[in-house]
């Protein structure tokens, strides 16, 4: 609007008649609030619910499936340096799931600002804020849990033990279930 405002000054001194050019740009500026107001309530913009919803249970998924490949890998044998490793750089397209995550949800936030359809639904943004926040951190939690489990020396044989390696593997897996179900959970709140 504070572009207009010289623009509209200019444009009336520049005809003969300003007042006449003021009159008129003044009705005209009330018409266009008018119907621009007017097209906003009847047919207002739909908010991006579904897309962000989506992009966090996609992060839960995501994390879901490396916390089940590391414990498949476990339950089996003890994992090479390079599976670690691509483990890791898992973890980074996941960070980016998350980035992706975070803008829908900004996105949501920012669709909701003087949207008419946003007065009779419920304000769901900071939950999913809260959800993205905790998956972030359990991405940390699963990072930490490679590091821990690509310290052990190949060289050395099986120095965790087969059993241990097997119970730890039981453990991903019900964690990975565990944040798969949170996922769903959200999507099914929201």
């Given at each position: 609007q504070?572009?207009?405002?010289?623009?509209?000054?200019?444009?009336?001194?520049a005809?003969?008649?300003?007042q006449?050019?003021?009159?008129?740009?003044?009705?005209?500026?009330?018409?266009?609030?008018?119907?621009?107001?007017?097209?906003?309530?009847?047919?207002?913009?739909?908010?991006?619910?579904?897309?962000?919803?989506?992009?966090?249970?996609?992060?839960?998924?995501?994390?879901?499936?490396?916390?089940?490949?590391?414990?498949?890998?476990?339950?089996?044998?003890?994992?090479?340096?390079?599976?670690?490793?691509?483990?890791?750089?898992?973890?980074?397209?996941i960070?980016?799931?998350?980035?992706?995550?975070?803008?829908?949800?900004?996105?949501?936030?920012?669709?909701?600002?003087?949207?008419?359809?946003?007065?009779?639904?419920?304000?769901?943004?900071?939950e999913?804020?809260?959800?993205?926040?905790?998956?972030?951190?359990?991405?940390?939690?699963?990072?930490?849990?490679?590091?821990?489990?690509?310290?052990?020396?190949?060289?050395?044989?099986?120095?965790?033990?087969?059993?241990?390696?097997?119970?730890?593997?039981?453990?991903?897996?019900?964690?990975?279930?565990?944040?798969?179900?949170?996922?769903?959970?959200?999507?099914?709140?929201?």
């Open positions: 504070s572009l207009e405002t010289p623009i509209s000054a200019m444009l009336i001194l005809v003969s008649s300003p006449l050019a003021a009159e008129v740009r003044v009705v005209n500026t009330l018409i266009g609030t008018v119907v621009g107001i007017a097209f906003s309530l009847l047919v207002p913009v739909s908010i991006p619910n579904a897309r962000a919803v989506a992009a966090v249970r996609r992060v839960a998924r995501s994390q879901a499936a490396l916390l089940e490949e590391a414990a498949l890998t476990l339950a089996d044998r003890a994992p090479h340096p390079e599976e670690v490793q691509a483990w890791f750089h898992w973890t980074e397209e960070e980016r799931e998350v980035i992706e995550a975070d803008a829908a949800v900004q996105a949501l936030e920012d669709s909701r600002r003087l949207n008419p359809r946003a007065l009779a639904a419920a304000k769901m943004h900071p999913l804020r809260v959800t993205i926040d905790r998956l972030d951190r359990s991405l940390d939690g699963e990072r930490a849990i490679l590091l821990g489990i690509g310290r052990e020396d190949p060289s050395r044989g099986d120095s965790f033990g087969p059993e241990l390696r097997r119970a730890f593997a039981v453990v991903l897996d019900q964690l990975a279930d565990a944040v798969r179900g949170f996922g769903d959970l959200v999507a099914a709140e929201f």
